[in-house]
């Protein structure tokens, strides 16, 4: 806190002076905090993989000729380094999107372009659990900002709505205009979340089920990730969902108006 004298001209009873405590511990203390939190988290979070790693290779080593067990604890080997890859890439996109001001120099962004990328990159994940995956652009519309976060985000979306739900189901990406917003919605008939749990969800590494979380191979982060870049972009994120019957997570951002 800084101390301030002040020179108090008209004060009664002879108080001429008053000490000011100013709560200076502003933006900049509370930012820190926030950066140092994350450090404690990322190191504690990449302890987990690494640990791992470690233990199955000695264990592949200590199993010699036996083939099944070389095999089975270099299948967890890859399945480890695969997470530590991710979660790393992950680390290193927010930390990257934090550090930027999308608005700063802002790109036109075709919904629909996004849209199609996002589905594009799940197309393979969602075949091999037979999810169909669709889009319904009903108005493309532009936004403006930075193409790669906003892929980034509605890309993370589409990934969690494959992941969390069953073979056979359906994972359905939308984009209308609803007032001054584009609203983009991403639908899954999936395991929902519990209402306890449904804004925690969008907090750095937080995951409802960590072990399940862990073998779909989340960091965590994923979220964290949509809520950053949505906010700076002037918009909101929000969720809706039903534990056993699916989730909705719509991303509401301010477009370009068409000229008159
Ligand atoms: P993760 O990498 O673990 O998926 P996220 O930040 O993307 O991390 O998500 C945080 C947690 O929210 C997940 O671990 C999962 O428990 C839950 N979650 C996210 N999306 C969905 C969804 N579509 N359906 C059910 N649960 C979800």
Redesign the pocket.
């Known amino acids: 806190a800084t101390q301030m004298l002040l020179h108090v001209r008209a004060a009664p009873l002879g108080v001429r002076y008053l000490l000011l405590l100013i709560d200076d511990r502003t933006e900049e203390e509370r930012l820190n905090s926030v950066r140092r939190d994350f450090i404690a988290n990322v190191s504690h979070e990449l302890k987990t993989p690494v640990g791992a790693i470690s233990l199955l290779a000695d264990a592949v080593e200590a199993a010699g000729d036996d083939l099944e067990r070389v095999r089975s604890f270099t299948r967890r080997l890859q399945h480890e380094s695969h997470r530590l890859g991710a979660m790393t890439k992950e680390i290193i996109d927010l930390t990257r999107i934090q550090a930027e001001d999308p608005l700063a120099r802002p790109e036109t962004v075709e919904i629909g372009a996004i849209v199609d990328a996002a589905i594009d990159a799940n197309r393979v994940a969602a075949d091999a659990k037979s999810i169909r995956l669709s889009g319904r652009v009903v108005d493309d519309v532009e936004v403006l900002g930075d193409p790669h976060m906003l892929t980034m985000a509605l890309n993370?979306l589409v990934t969690?709505?494959v992941?969390?739900s069953q073979e056979h189901t359906h994972v359905g990406v939308g984009a209308r205009v609803e007032g001054d917003l584009i609203e983009i919605a991403v639908t899954?008939k999936?395991?929902?979340?519990d209402p306890a749990d449904q804004q925690r969800?969008f907090e750095r590494f937080?995951?409802?089920?960590q072990a399940r979380?862990r073998q779909t191979g989340?960091?965590?982060?994923?979220?964290?990730i949509v809520k950053h870049v949505v906010k700076s972009h002037g918009g909101t994120v929000s969720l809706w969902s039903r534990p056993g019957h699916g989730?909705t997570?719509t991303m509401r951002l301010p477009y370009v108006k068409p000229q008159a």
Do not use: E, K, P, Q
């Open positions: 993370n969690n709505a992941s969390y899954d999936g395991i929902g979340i969800v937080y995951r409802v089920d979380s989340g960091t965590g982060l994923g979220l964290s989730s997570f």
